[in-house]
């Protein structure tokens, strides 16, 4: 009964301000699927496995790097869970509470980054730095925040005038719902598996330190990712139901869903690449399972989401919304990303087509094939000038647009070739600055033949951070700035990203092309 009560709360949280809800009859079957699949999280306890100094060098990643030392303890790897810190009074009485002030970094700058005045354009929250008083050194103390990182620094500043006391152990719980990890080869692919290990909680996180949520376009890469590795399948199943569970009334998706207290998604947060990632990740499932009765449940809301998109299309069929659009795919300031949502579009109408074949409904495949066909024209007559496709009304070059009018088949073969090779050699044209969008980069050289680019492609972006000495993959990779945030301040930039984690796809799919690379 009680079960039943929070579910029912949980669907009319989702319901926020909206009107009468298209998902009525699914949604407390949905919901309920996401709970069933909850995972029991898998636990160890880690000890630092060394002590370190952070120092400035130039060379290294924004200008700083651990060397042997004794300021900070380093659990030697990435990890995610709960700290506990003992104490132990080595003379006198304790006559005063006792103040720690703790800091939790994914790299070394972290520790060392300045905070003031403060430049960030999201909450300083986000920095895992906590400050507690400690009443009673006989006890353990153990946080309540989940910290993210290798780096640990402890400091005490109201040093207590009475009594000397020691740090007598530290660990932390580590947690994560990854389950046991396959051998992978090579150091991009093992960066790649603890980068997707920390991120699998109880949701397929975007990343463990920020944002902590399920995001709709990084987890369809992370599932991606988890198809050649641990393989979770009951926690792409959940977060599945998740997203079709905190849709929208209208029956959109919200990009972004919390779990706690109840699942509730961030609303109003609607974003057209992000909801068409849906068919594509109901494809990739039952490719990947088999399990049409899934495929079948959420149905609904893959057929939603292609209807709401279509409705954007002008009268030439081109992606072109009458009002503003929230549109993501990459960090790229000043991107125009219509062009992009044009060849996602036509990418989700074709996987959506395969789909509804699958589940009996060859009209509506005909019908969704022939938009997409109508839709690649209308790219080549319109979004085609100079030799490359040009995105909005400003006619904006970008990498982006040519991976998406490839992807979407609107060009293919030497031609496909050109394009992408033309965009990656001209500087004016803009180019993406996430691993995220670097992975449909690589997809699309791969689509036409252009392996050597590929692999140019992982160095750069992937094995360019693995030669930093990171643990993680980030969320930014931008090689001329390191230290670049969409946030304001580095501090806030994820170093341990779900959407960076797909060279274990690229591997595990197509192991002939990246075996070479070290
Ligand atoms: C950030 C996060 C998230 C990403 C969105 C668009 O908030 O990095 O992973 O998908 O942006």
């Known amino acids: 009964m009680k079960r039943f009560v929070l579910l029912l709360l949980t ?3 989702c319901l926020g301000g909206y009107g009468q809800d298209v998902y009525a009859p699914y949604r407390q079957h949905w919901l309920e699927q996401a709970q069933r699949y909850t995972p029991v999280l898998q636990e160890r306890v880690c000890h630092p496995v060394d002590t370190v100094d952070i120092v400035p060098d130039s060379a290294a990643f924004q200008g700083w790097k651990a060397v042997p030392g004794s300021a900070v303890f380093d659990f030697g790897r990435h990890l995610t869970g709960y700290l506990t810190l003992r104490f132990r009074v080595l003379s006198g009485t304790q006559d005063a509470p006792l103040r720690a002030c703790i800091r939790m970094g994914e790299i070394p700058a972290e520790l060392m980054l300045s905070r003031e005045p403060w430049t960030g354009t ?21 946080l309540s925040r989940r910290f993210s990182g290798r780096y640990l620094s402890v400091s005490f500043p109201d040093t207590p005038t009475a009594f000397s006391f020691a740090v007598d152990d530290v660990s932390l719980r580590a947690v994560s719902a990854a389950g ?6 090579g150091r991009i692919p093992q ?43 009951d926690l792409v199943r959940r977060c599945l139901y998740l997203l079709a569970g905190c849709a929208a009334p209208d029956g959109t998706l919200n990009s972004q869903v919390y779990e706690s207290p109840q699942p509730h998604p961030q609303e109003w947060s609607y974003a057209p690449d992000a909801s068409l990632y849906f068919p594509l990740m109901l494809q990739e499932y039952l490719d990947q399972t088999g399990d049409l009765d899934l495929v079948r449940d959420l149905w609904p809301v893959a057929v939603k989401q292609l209807q709401t998109a279509l409705g954007f299309l002008d009268a030439r069929s081109l992606f072109h919304p009458s009002v503003p659009v929230w549109q993501v795919f990459d960090w790229c300031e000043g991107l125009d990303r219509t062009t992009s949502t044009h060849g996602l579009l036509i990418c989700a109408l074709r996987q959506g087509a395969l789909l509804a074949e699958k589940l009996g409904d060859a009209p509506l495949a005909e019908q969704w094939r022939t938009r997409a066909a109508e839709m690649q024209e209308a790219a080549r007559r319109y979004l085609w000038k100079s030799g490359v ?10 990498v982006h647009s040519q991976i998406w009018m490839v992807l979407g088949d609107v060009v293919s073969g030497p031609a496909a070739r050109r394009v992408l ?27 036409c033949g252009m392996e050597e680019e590929a692999r140019q492609v992982m160095r750069s972006c992937w094995g360019a951070m693995a030669g930093l000495g990171l643990d993680t993959f980030c969320e930014i990779w931008d090689a001329d700035h390191p230290d670049a945030s969409p946030y304001g301040h580095p501090g806030l930039n994820s170093y341990c990203h779900l959407w960076a984690s797909t060279p274990l ?5 197509y192991p002939a092309i990246f075996a070479g690379i070290r």
Request: glycine fraction near 6%; include cysteine; hydrophobic fraction near 45%.
């Open 122 to 142: 999201l909450s300083r929250a986000w920095l895992q730095d906590e400050t507690v008083t400690v009443w009673d050194l006989s006890a353990p103390l153990t």
């Open 389 to 398: 496709f040009v995105s909005g009304d400003a006619q904006q070059r970008s």
């Open 421 to 447: 090779l033309r965009a990656l050699s001209d500087p004016q044209f803009l180019r993406p600055n996430t691993p995220g969008a670097m992975h449909f980069l690589v997809e699309a050289l791969i689509r």
């Open 191 to 233: 960066m790649a598996l603890a980068t997707l290990s920390e991120c699998m909680q109880t949701v397929m996180e975007d990343g463990p330190k920020r944002d902590r949520r399920l995001w709709a376009g990084d987890f369809y890469l992370g599932m991606l990712a988890n198809r050649y590795s641990f393989r979770n399948m």
């Open 11 to 13: 669907a009319t949280l």
């Open 505 to 509: 796809y690229f591997w595990g799919r």
């Open 180 to 185: 046991e990890a396959p051998q992978v080869e």
